[in-house]
């Protein structure tokens, strides 16, 4: 079993409170009960967690118990201010009314306490964010729909397919203009973010161009409507042989999966991915990075997509 974590993300428009509330219930609460059940459950079931334990360094209750907690934070103003409780049945009916008033960014995070009782190995970090920049005021009307998991998940082929039934329901109610599943760098960055450059792009530079750009391409990449015509449209994709599964979303936008297991997505594949989306990537050629021995590698293919030719 590996020690790697997995991003997985959606792009779409900020929606209005209304519509914001509905989608953040349904992928956050959804996605507790979807891909940590069995914590949600030891959560339910086990020992009162010290709210203490959100405000100073203290064990979060007894070793390797169920930990999680919900936080939310809003700009008032002047700047961020964050509110996080342990989760329990109380604090999970404030997080939830929470979000019929968007905050800036909404987070529940689960961990299994290790020996000593404080946090270690984590089943699910699920977060709605509304990218703040100042010098791209254009990136907070955007949101991101996230989740990291542990690569695990899918490796193991039953647990695979609980994750992309809970991706695709959620991508057939939205208008996606992107989503993949790459590891977890910390900034949100796609593989391919991570390695073209300079200039070296963040997501809150790419995902306001995520309509006419395609962000990057993995074992599991969302094309948006507006790039999957000039791709040819589902049948073309297809008939590329590079995925195992292309479907058209009602948005329009093109679920795309490489390959039927997780596991099998190597060389091969990728390289026959980028080359099927090559006319929607950006161009530049990708930088080689020397990495550490648990280090994965990145799944890009170092040519330039803009001499590819379809």
């Known amino acids: 079993m590996t020690d790697q974590y997995l991003f997985a993300e959606i792009n779409v428009e900020w929606p209005e409170p209304p519509a914001y509330e509905e ?35 203290m064990p979060c209750g007894p070793p390797h118990a169920a930990w999680g907690f919900v936080s939310i934070t809003r700009h008032d103003g002047r700047q ?32 299994v306490l290790d020996e ?11 977060t709605v964010d509304r990218p703040e920049a100042r010098v ?12 990291r998991i542990p690569e695990g998940d899918l490796l193991d082929a039953a647990q695979q397919e609980v994750v992309l ?13 992107f989503a993949n599943i790459t590891y977890d760098d910390g900034l949100g960055k796609t593989g391919l973010e991570r390695t073209l450059g300079p200039p070296w ?23 948006p409507k507006e790039l999957a015509g000039p791709l040819g449209g589902a049948d073309a994709l297809r008939v590329t042989g590079a995925f195992h599964d292309v479907v058209r ?32 990537l950006p161009p530049g050629v990708p930088k080689r990075f020397d990495r550490r021995n648990d280090e994965p590698a990145e799944r890009i293919l170092h040519l330039d997509a803009s001499a590819v030719r379809p």
């Open 80 to 111: 961020l201010r964050n509110s996080s409780r342990v989760v329990s049945a109380r604090s999970m009916s404030w997080f939830l009314r929470q979000l019929a008033d968007p905050p800036r960014t909404a987070t529940i995070g689960l961990s």
């Open 23 to 57: 989608m953040a219930r349904a992928w956050l609460d959804g996605g507790f009960a979807t891909l940590a059940g069995s914590h949600r459950q030891a959560l339910q079931e086990g020992p009162k967690l010290p709210p203490e334990a959100m405000r100073r360094s």
């Open 136 to 147: 791209w005021p254009e990136a907070i009307d955007w949101a991101v729909l996230s989740c």
């Open 116 to 126: 000593r009782g404080y946090p270690g190995k984590s089943p699910l970090r699920i």
């Open 201 to 223: 792009k963040f997501p809150h530079e790419t995902i306001p161009t995520s309509r006419q750009v395609l962000r990057g391409y993995e074992w599991w990449t969302i094309c």
């Open 249 to 280: 979303l009602p948005s329009g936008a093109l679920w795309l999966q490489a390959t039927k297991h997780y596991r099998d997505y190597g060389p091969d594949a990728y390289a026959a991915v980028f080359r099927a989306l090559a006319p929607a």
């Open 165 to 177: 039934g809970f991706l695709r329901g959620i991508s057939e109610g939205l208008d996606p203009s």
